[in-house]
């Protein structure tokens, strides 16, 4: 193959490879190792997830998707201009162990227009056929969508994240604080009413020890009353009283 035949070559394919970029869009993925879509923090995932969401709440974005468990979300927004409206859908997931984490924010975008149709309906007049609108149907078709691939939004989205991140941490130190405090006063109660209760129990209990006690010497001494009675006392006579006789009577007859 000549010099020539082989530029000719080369230049059809760079074309066809130019013309074929919107149909493969494939082909524009490089697979680069740093990109706009990740942001390291030197904070625990879960304060750079609760900065993340604190973020998207305050420009007004919709919880779409809130899975605190594995740090993912996602929120909507919706823009609306003439006759178009467009969603914008952000996704962001959160990674990491002890005191740093990754996030990882992609957003989309797609475009819907409102056509509006007139509608009409045919009368019939002697051999005419006459159209009458009766009304105009709005219906929407999709003009774009693709995935947000600006740095600059990515960068002012993960640098208010940034500066929201000490906000959430003080306050999750705070409701730490607040829980534990509630904990302790929870547990301390608790012991408490256990040794209330477990004084009561130990009253009851010798009081029936007691009681117990009581009862057995009184059997007892029910017992060996039986055993030996006691002797029936016997009755002492009691002599006769000897009338006194007067000392007139006693002169007179001497």
């Known amino acids: 193959m000549s010099a020539l035949a082989r530029v000719v070559v080369l230049g ?126 709005a219906t929407l078709t999709k003009e774009r969508g693709e995935t947000v691939v600006d740095p600059v939004f990515y960068e002012r989205m993960f640098a208010s994240i940034e500066k929201e991140v000490p906000n959430v941490r003080a306050q999750l130190e705070n409701q730490k604080q607040e829980d534990d405090a509630r904990l302790r006063s929870e547990i301390e109660q608790k012991l408490r009413i256990e040794m209330e209760i477990k004084a009561r129990l130990e009253a009851e209990r010798a009081a029936k020890l007691e009681a117990e006690q009581q009862a057995k010497l009184q059997k007892q001494a029910a017992e060996a009353a039986a055993a030996n009675p006691a002797p029936v006392p016997v009755p002492v006579a009691t002599p006769a009283a000897v009338p006194a006789t007067p000392a007139a009577a006693v002169v007179s007859g001497s």
């Open 12 to 137: 059809s394919l760079a074309l066809l490879a130019a013309c074929s970029g919107t149909k493969y869009a494939y082909q524009k993925e490089a697979f680069d190792t740093k990109g706009p879509f990740d942001r390291h923090f030197n904070a625990p995932k879960a304060v750079v997830y609760q900065a993340m969401k604190r973020v998207a709440l305050r420009q007004g974005f919709a919880v779409e998707k809130d899975v605190e468990a594995n740090y993912a979300l996602v929120v909507s927004k919706q823009y609306q201009q003439d006759n178009l409206n467009t969603l914008l859908t952000i996704s962001g997931i959160v990674t990491g162990a002890g005191n740093t984490a990754d996030a990882w924010v992609a957003a989309q975008e797609v475009t819907l227009k409102s056509h509006e149709t007139k509608q009409t309906t045919s009368v019939g007049f002697l051999s005419l056929s006459i159209p009458i609108p009766t009304g105009t149907t």
